[in-house]
């Protein structure tokens, strides 16, 4: 009998399928809590006598739609100008905000360029690697404390890219992959399982100094 065989199908059907499952219940419960904003009077509980999961999520979608369609006229662009100038004028509220709409900016604008490159990097020591992105280069007053060419890089944690660790290294330290951002983000997710095909030229290494 091929129970073992037949069991390990099935999981591999149905994992998947779970943890889709999963994520996207998450995120819309996440996206559901859009409706507190709303009156209780108009919200699903008071109108149908319960709870119906989605409706948030519209409704957020929604808001982000009527926001963006503001934002890019003319009065809309004043507003928010308005807005950012207040909140400018705000002790700490202002580094936070700045810092936010920053990165914002960079991950999701047309133009950004958040991972520029994926990177073969030794981290977290030496002769262990892992796949890092470069991000940029050191700014700031710390370029007058570093000696020689270096990278902004972030090494991302697995299953979860989203945390990490940011670090500066040299340029000569890092290993340029052939492999697009997207490529290298899912062998990361997948903790190496889903690899990228192999190509001819595998790696390009920096040019050391």
């Known amino acids: 009998m091929n129970i073992k065989r037949y069991f390990i199908t099935g999981l591999l059907v ?4 779970f943890i889709t499952l999963w994520v996207l219940s998450t995120v819309i419960g996440m996206m559901d809590q859009s ?3 709303l009156p209780k009077a108009w919200r699903p509980e008071a109108q149908f006598g319960r709870a119906i999961p989605g409706i948030g999520a519209i409704l957020t979608v929604l808001i982000i739609l009527v926001t ?6 003319f009065f ?3 507003l928010i100008d308005m807005w950012e100038n207040m909140l400018g004028h705000v002790p700490f509220v202002k580094s936070i905000y ?5 990165v914002s900016d960079t991950l999701f604008s047309d133009s950004g360029n958040a991972f520029r490159k994926a990177l073969l990097v030794q981290f977290p020591r030496e ?6 992105f470069q991000t940029g280069e050191p700014g700031g007053d710390v370029v007058n404390h570093l000696t020689g060419d270096f ?3 972030y090494v991302p944690t697995t299953p979860n890219p989203t945390g990490g660790y940011f670090l500066m290294m040299k340029r000569s330290d890092v290993i340029e992959l052939n492999m697009s951002v997207d490529q290298a983000l899912k062998y990361i997710i997948s903790m190496g399982v889903v690899a990228p095909h192999p190509v001819a030229a595998k790696i390009l290494t920096a040019t050391k100094t």
Do not use: F
């Not at 149905?14 to 399928?17: A, E, K, N, W, Y």
């Open 14 to 17: 149905l994992v998947p399928l």
């Open 35 to 37: 409706l507190l904003l």
């Open 68 to 73: 963006g369609l503001i934002a890019t006229n």
């Open 76 to 78: 809309g662009k004043k």
């Open 98 to 102: 700045s810092s936010v709409k920053q």
């Open 127 to 132: 002769g262990s690697w892992t796949i890092a």
């Open 151 to 153: 990278v902004s890089v």
